[in-house]
């Protein structure tokens, strides 16, 4: 069985995160996402909370844990039985931060590789931090987060005024 962890702060999951889930389970058995604490990005969700945002939004996907965790990322790989860390790309501008990530991981656990994958077009300018901006500013969500996350994402920064 081929087993993969996608790591992240999904602070909160986008669509463009589930995209590369759905992906990724087409390449692997099994699927573990795992959110990390990411206390030095001042997350506006909680790690819990977080956790219960992608089990709601994946729950209908055969194939698929979610946990959270701390500390190295390749421990927590290991713990979870994955062969392969899932990251994604989104543009020219991510590969160098996930590339050096992807080297230190083979260096501290050589049996685990590193898959890089692309979201589908329509994602590839998404990402969190755009989205709670959007939200604080009262902007429409729809089709860029799961039900669930828009919802909460509006009751806590939207109502912004439009121009």
Known sequence: MRKALYPGTFDPITNG????????LGVFDRLTVAVGTAREKDPMFTVDERVEFIRDAVRDLD???????????????????ATAIIRGLRAVSDFEYEFQMALMNRRLAGEIETV???????????????????????????GLVPPAVERELMK??????SA
């Open 17 to 24: 995160h589930l995209d590369l889930i759905r992906r990724a």
């Open 156 to 161: 806590r920064g939207g109502g912004g005024e």
């Open 116 to 142: 890089f994958l692309m979201p589908s077009e329509s994602y590839t300018y998404l990402d969190s931090t755009i989205v709670k901006e959007v939200a604080i500013l009262g902007g429409n969500l729809e």
């Open 63 to 81: 194939g698929v844990d979610v946990i959270s965790f701390r500390g190295l990322l390749v421990d927590t790989a290991k713990q979870a039985g």
